[in-house]
């Protein structure tokens, strides 16, 4: 049974960092592309960036410079570091396992930005 489990959600003050975490389990972690997409309310979900198998990462043009994804596949960890945030930042923030025509996705954790 794959599972995603998103880790590091919370308040924070405009300008302020966190640092999400997403544990998988029941999947060969190490030949998927991972990623982070966020939703907010009355929006449709979005990527907000992606790593490859080979560390080759992609960021939605609103959050590149700011954020930064890794992965760990020795632990099946992948994480999103999150500079500079901004209260349009705000959302719900789900992690995502891409391996051929399969995708996995996480319960989210939800990061709020107050300005």
């Known amino acids: 049974q794959v599972q995603l489990v998103e880790s590091g959600g919370g308040l924070v003050q405009a300008g302020g960092s966190l640092r999400l975490s997403c544990a998988a389990s029941?999947?060969?972690?190490?030949?998927?592309?991972m990623g982070w997409y966020r939703q907010a309310p009355g929006k449709q979900r979005e990527m907000v960036a992606s790593?490859?198998?080979?560390?080759?990462?992609n960021y939605a043009d609103t959050v590149n410079g700011r954020f930064t994804i890794s992965r760990d596949n020795a632990k099946k960890m992948v994480y999103l570091e999150m500079n500079n945030l901004k209260p349009e930042d705000a959302a719900s923030y789900y992690c995502n396992a891409r391996f051929r025509s399969a995708t996995y996705w996480g319960q989210g954790t939800q990061v709020t930005v107050s300005s």
């Open positions: 029941g999947l060969s972690f190490s030949i998927c592309t």
């Open positions: 790593i490859t198998t080979e560390g080759s990462t």
